[in-house]
């Protein structure tokens, strides 16, 4: 069974930076497309970034030049660093596979942005 467990959310100051983690168990971290996703109080779940198959990586506006994403295949593991915080990051964090290939929604991990 394909599980994907999020951790590394906590509470940081505006300009701050966090690493999430994504630990994959089931299969492979890269044998499917995956993002993460966050969810804001009274907002929609949006997707924030995405990496490919091939390890190409895609951005939403708010986020670019902030977030990247990326991946160890030997940790199984996806990852999303977050720097230069700001307030309205704040929101629990998702991971997933994308498209054809979206799992179950696990709890996801809040990250809270104080100023």
């Known amino acids: 069974q394909v599980q994907l467990v999020e951790s590394g959310g906590g509470l940081v100051q505006v300009g701050g930076s966090l690493r999430r983690s994504c630990v994959v168990s089931?299969?492979?971290?890269?044998?499917?497309?995956m993002g993460w996703f966050r969810q804001a109080p009274g907002n929609q779940r949006e997707l924030v970034a995405t990496?490919?198959?091939?390890?190409?990586?895609n951005y939403a506006d708010s986020v670019k030049d902030r977030f990247i994403i990326s991946r160890d295949n030997a940790e199984n593991t996806a990852y999303l660093q977050i720097n230069s915080l700001k307030l309205e990051d704040t929101a629990i964090y998702y991971c997933?596979?994308?498209?054809?290939?979206?799992?179950?929604w696990g709890q996801g991990t809040q990250v809270t942005v104080s100023s």
């Open positions: 089931g299969t492979i971290v890269s044998t499917y497309p």
């Open positions: 997933n596979f994308l498209g054809n290939f979206l799992r179950s």
């Open positions: 990496i490919t198959t091939r390890g190409g990586t």
